[in-house]
C-alpha cells in the first residue's frame, strides 16, 4: 500500500473512532459538571471535550493494550479542565470560598430541609454576617458571565443577560440625536410662522386655550381661528417634512408657493446641525406670560 493510501486509512480510523465516541463526550461533562458553579456553560465543557476526544483519537496507540475508551475519557478530561483553567481568572484561594461555602449551604439544606438563611450561614461557618457578606460579595466579583448567558432554568422563558440587564426605558443614541433634531425644527418652525398662525398654535396646543377665547383675544370668529389652525398645521408639515427631503412645492404656482418656499428656507437656516443635535431642551419656550390673556366672553 502506498504512503498516501497509509494516511487516508489512518486518517479514516481516526475519524470512526470520533463518531463511536462521541456519547463519551457527552457522559464526562455530567460527571465533571457537578463540581463547577452553574455560571459555567455545559455547551462550553461539551465543546472542550471534543477536542479532546478529537486529540485522544489522533494520539491513540492500540500497542500499548490501553482501551481507546479509557484513554479518551481522560484526554477529554483533561480537554475540560485545561479548559476551564484557561478561562478562570480568579486565583485558587476564591475558588476554595466557592467551594467551601457551596458545601456549607448544601449541609445546612439538607439538614433543615429549606434554603439556609445568612445567619444560620454564619454561624456554621462561624464567622460574622458581615465577614460572610465579605466572602460573598468577594466571590460574586470572580464571576464572569456573557451577555448571552441564560439566566433562567425555564424553558419557555429564554432569558439572557441582555434581557435582564438592559434598560427598556433607555432611549438609542441615533433615536435621541433624531428626536432633538426634529424638535429643534418643530421649535424653529413655530417660531417662524406668519403672526396669527403662531398666536393661534402656542395658545391651543401650549396654553390650553379655547376657540372661543383666542377668537375673543384676535376679534375673528371661532371658524377663522380653525381655518387659521388647519393652515398652521399644515405649514409646519410642510416646514419640517422639507428638511428630511419632501418637497411638494412647485416653484411655478404663483406667490402661494413662493411664500411657502420662503417659509422653508427660513426653517432650514434658523438653526445649524450642531445646534440642533446639541439641544437638550428641546421643549417650545412658553413665557411665563400667557401670549394669550384669558379675555371675558
Known sequence: MTKNGNEASE??????RIEANLPLVKHVVFQVAVHFPRHVEREELA?????????AARRFDASRGVPFERFAAQRIRG???????AADWAPRSVRLLA?????????LATEL????????????MKISRRELHRLQD????SVVLALDHETSDDSDEDLTLVDVLSDRSAVEPLEELEKRELHTYLRDAVGLLPERQRLVVVGYFLEGKTSQEMAAFLGVTE???????????????????SQYGNNDIDEQAGRVAKRQAAYVDSVSSASNWTDRLDRWDI??????EPLLPVVPV
Do not use: C, H, W
Open 11 to 16: 486518517q479514516a480510523e481516526v475519524n470512526a
Open 47 to 55: 465543546r472542550a471535550g471534543a477536542l479532546g476526544l478529537v486529540e
Open 79 to 85: 480537554a475540560i479542565l485545561d479548559s476551564v483553567r
Open 99 to 107: 467551594r467551601r461555602l457551596e458545601a456549607t449551604e448544601q449541609q
Open 113 to 124: 430541609g429549606r434554603v439556609p438563611n445568612p445567619d444560620e450561614m454564619a454561624d456554621s
Open 138 to 141: 468577594r466571590l460574586f466579583r
Open 223 to 241: 371658524s377663522r381661528i380653525s381655518q387659521l389652525r388647519s393652515e398652521a398645521l399644515k405649514n409646519l408639515k410642510l416646514g419640517i417634512e
Open 283 to 288: 421643549g417650545y419656550d412658553i413665557p411665563e
